[in-house]
């Protein structure tokens, strides 16, 4: 079965340390991986996506598909970062519409 | 544009009863997808609506049912609610084609009693 998995609950770093958010999935497909992100009060929104292979607020993302990992990452945490994170996994080539989510990692960044 | 809502946005209901939850999409989205969130499971996905029809399911009981109009606005339905019920139901939206973004709605708040 499908799964996404972030190993971790909680990370907290100060501002101005890297930040890695860890993401595994399992599928035997070519899956399309995605960050999204939930700041307090707010919607969840997309953050980045690995089929754009862009740099969202700093943040990066690169899919390894041998060690079917997303791990998300930022040289230079802000305090603006902390937020919850939730990596998901999409299916490829069939129906878009489902996203499988972890259960997301809550970064807070001190001062 | 306007956003995704839902309404309403909090919902008090007794066990056994039913409820309808209505989630309007962004205009032009074709793709409605509905979500449901527990603190102990996290977001689970229950179905997706693409010009009125189910595309996808997740794996919910059949008391869960959901349905989308021509104007894609859409619907879920859970019907002899149980206290596990009780959760943050999420509605989402895209454009339906490949390599889309879903656009989140702020949620139903559902507390069965």
């Known amino acids: 079965a499908q799964r996404v998995t972030q190993p971790e609950k909680l990370l907290s770093v100060f501002k101005g340390a890297p930040v890695e958010l860890k993401c595994n999935y399992s599928y035997s497909g070519s899956p399309e991986l995605f960050w999204y992100v939930q700041y307090s009060r707010q919607r969840l929104q997309l953050l980045l996506r690995?089929?754009s292979r862009e740099s969202i607020k700093g943040f990066t993302a690169d899919l390894n598909k041998g060690e079917t990992s997303f791990h998300l990452k930022k040289p230079f945490a802000q305090e603006e970062d902390s937020a919850m994170y939730y990596c998901a996994l999409s299916f490829y080539g069939g129906s878009q519409g489902n996203l499988i989510f972890g259960k997301g990692t809550k970064l807070s960044v001190k001062p | 544009k306007a956003g995704v809502t839902q309404t309403p946005r909090y919902l008090i209901k007794t066990r056994g009863q039913q409820v309808t939850l209505s989630c309007s999409p962004i205009?032009?989205?074709?793709?409605v997808s509905w979500y449901q969130q527990t603190p102990g499971q996290g977001l689970q996905f229950l179905f997706e609506y693409f010009s009125e029809t189910q595309r996808n399911k997740g794996n919910f009981p059949g008391r869960f049912s959901g349905r989308q109009f021509s104007n894609s606005r859409s619907e879920m339905n859970v019907s002899t609610l149980e206290l596990g019920d009780s959760a943050l139901y999420l509605c989402?939206?895209?454009?339906?084609?490949?390599?889309?973004?879903?656009?989140f709605g702020p949620g139903t708040r559902l507390t069965v009693t």
């Open positions: 205009s032009g989205h074709r793709s």
């Open positions: 690995h089929i």
């Open positions: 989402a939206s895209s454009q339906g084609s490949n390599y889309y973004e879903q656009y």
